[in-house]
C-alpha cells in the first residue's frame, strides 16, 4: 500500500499569503493519478487537481500543483477568504488507494 | 456531464449490513472506468472502500475485504455496496466516486450505526 504523507499538518497564515502544501509517497506514484482536494466542514471533497497539476473545471489559477514520482506540492498563490479549509492529496494508481491525512489551511 | 447520487438508510444496527446505492446519470456505467466506494468518518480523513468495473471485476481494500460486497447493475445505471457485521467504528459520511484521470464523486450519505 502506498502511504502519503502530507505536511504540514496545519498552516496558519493570513488573506493574502502564499500556502505550500506537500504530500510525500512512501513509493513512485503515477501522476496521472495524484489529485488533490478541498474540503469544508459538511461538504463532499471538491476536486482541485488532478494528473498532478491540471487545474479542474472551475477552480482559479491561484491553485497549482506540481511534482512526480514521490513529492508532490500543491501551491496556492495568495489566499483568499474562502480557501481556508482542509486539503488532501490522493493515489489512485495502485490499489488500493490511498489518501494523505489532510492538511488545514487556518486563519492567523 | 457525469453525476452521481448516492441513496440508502441513514441509521443500521450494531451486526447489521450495511447497503448503499450510487445512481449514475449523464453517462454510462458501461463506459471504460472504474467506480469506487470511498467514505469519511465523523472528524476523521477519507478512506478507500472498493472500486467494480462494468465487467463486475472487483477490487477491495484489504482492510475491509473480508465485510465489504459492491456489485454493477448495468440496467439501471447503478452500482451498489454492501458492508456487513457493521459497527460503531462504520459511522461515515459514504460516498461514490468515478474513478478516471479527473474523478466525479456524489455528494455524500450519512450512514449512522446504531441501535
Known amino acids: 500500500e502506498i502511504v502519503l504523507t502530507q505536511s504540514p499538518g496545519t498552516l496558519s497564515l493570513s488573506p493574502g499569503e502564499r500556502a505550500t502544501l506537500s504530500c510525500r509517497a512512501s513509493?513512485?506514484?503515477?501522476?496521472?493519478?495524484l489529485a488533490w482536494y478541498q474540503q469544508k466542514p459538511g461538504q463532499a471533497p471538491r476536486l482541485l487537481i488532478y494528473?498532478?497539476?491540471s487545474r479542474a473545471t472551475g477552480i482559479p489559477d491561484r491553485f497549482s500543483g506540481s511534482g512526480s514520482g514521490t513529492d508532490f506540492t500543491l501551491t496556492i498563490s495568495r489566499l483568499e477568504p474562502e480557501d481556508f479549509a482542509v486539503y488532501y492529496c490522493?493515489?489512485?494508481?495502485?490499489?488500493?488507494?490511498?489518501f494523505g491525512q489532510g492538511t488545514k489551511v487556518e486563519i492567523k | 456531464q457525469v453525476q452521481l447520487q448516492e441513496s440508502g438508510p441513514g441509521l443500521v444496527k450494531p451486526s447489521g449490513t450495511l447497503s448503499l446505492t450510487c445512481a449514475v446519470s449523464?453517462?454510462?456505467?458501461?463506459?471504460?472506468?472504474?467506480w469506487s466506494w470511498v467514505r469519511q468518518p465523523p472528524g476523521k480523513g477519507l478512506e478507500w472502500i472498493g472500486e467494480?468495473?462494468?465487467?463486475?471485476?472487483?477490487n477491495y481494500n484489504p482492510s475491509l475485504k473480508s465485510r465489504v460486497t459492491i456489485s454493477i447493475d448495468r440496467s439501471k445505471n447503478q452500482f451498489s455496496l454492501k458492508l456487513s457485521s457493521v459497527t460503531a467504528a462504520d459511522t461515515a459520511v459514504y460516498y461514490c466516486?468515478?474513478?478516471?484521470?479527473?474523478?466525479?464523486w456524489g455528494q455524500g450519505t450519512r450512514v449512522t450505526v446504531s441501535s
Open positions: 466516486v468515478r474513478d478516471d484521470p479527473r474523478p466525479t
Open positions: 449523464g453517462g454510462s456505467i458501461s463506459s471504460n472506468n472504474w
Open positions: 467494480i468495473y462494468h465487467s463486475g471485476s472487483t
Open positions: 513509493q513512485s506514484v503515477s501522476s496521472t493519478y
Open positions: 494528473a498532478a497539476s
Open positions: 490522493q493515489q489512485f494508481g495502485s490499489s488500493p488507494w490511498t
